[in-house]
């Protein structure tokens, strides 16, 4: 496998394959769904043709070459504005081809010192987990602490038996996503909105994929009814709470509020410290 090391970059650019292991750094590394195989592979649908890795800190950045642009697959993952510019570097070096590189950063694109050119921004809803349920409830609104309890409190008292729990949906990913999109369809039609699965070509086969592979389903259950449906997808020290949807005649529960409430618990159990809503919880 053909390398090119630049030590004075303290980087190592592969520019025909990943080596292996290099790409299964990527979740521990940046605890990032859109900074992982899957993602690339199920909602991008891109595979990655080389590799550009950085020691000094250490970073894994997977890469595609068009024409003469460099696509650099990695997304939403954090890194300082120095090391960005000695990966840009070390690919420009690399690849002679190359007369621009896209990629997508977390600071203001100023502070990457390089010519550049901005094409879009967005934010994500990140919530930052402490160390018990507690301290995370103690955070929130009291007026969010008031309707959680109501909406809860309501809850049980019409379903006792409810229960709460997560699943890997493996083989049952397209099962559950039907029903999940049954629910969100007959709720968003009685508003006269339509939902983006179908607006968006594609996006709901790439994401039952994606969930196959690499999700988690919470899902609320009373009297042997599933209530409603949670796709998440836990890496490395984050939890990605993705869509939601429940049945439409239980509207009078919140259960999109208390699903997000209990994905955020679930989250602080297992140790993780970070709850990422991406761009909104749908």
Known sequence: MAETVYPDLQATVFPDAVPAGVADELPDLYSSLPCTLEWFACHDRLEPQGACVLDGPRHVLLFRVEGDTVEVLNKTFRIA????????????????????????????????????????STDHMVAHLPGSVEAYTATLGKSTRQNLRLYENRLRRDHPDVSVRT??????????????????????????????????????????????RRGEVQLVSAGGDDLSILFAFPVGHAMYGAQAAFRPD?????????AYYWLAGDAIGRGLSELNLMWGTG
């Open 81 to 120: 504005p120095a090391d960005a510019a000695r990966a840009c570097g070390a690919l420009f070096r690399a690849l002679p081809q190359a007369r621009r590189i896209h990629l997508e950063v977390m600071f203001p694109p100023a502070e990457l010192r390089l010519a550049r050119r901005t094409l879009n």
């Open 167 to 212: 699943i890997r949906p493996a083989e049952r990913s397209r099962e559950l996503f039907d029903r999940f999109l049954e629910w969100k369809r007959e709720r968003f039609a009685a508003q006269g909105r339509a939902i983006m699965w179908d607006t968006e070509t594609g996006l709901s086969e790439g994401f039952v994929e994606l969930a196959r």
């Open 250 to 258: 239980c509207e009078r529960y919140r259960l999109g509020l208390l």
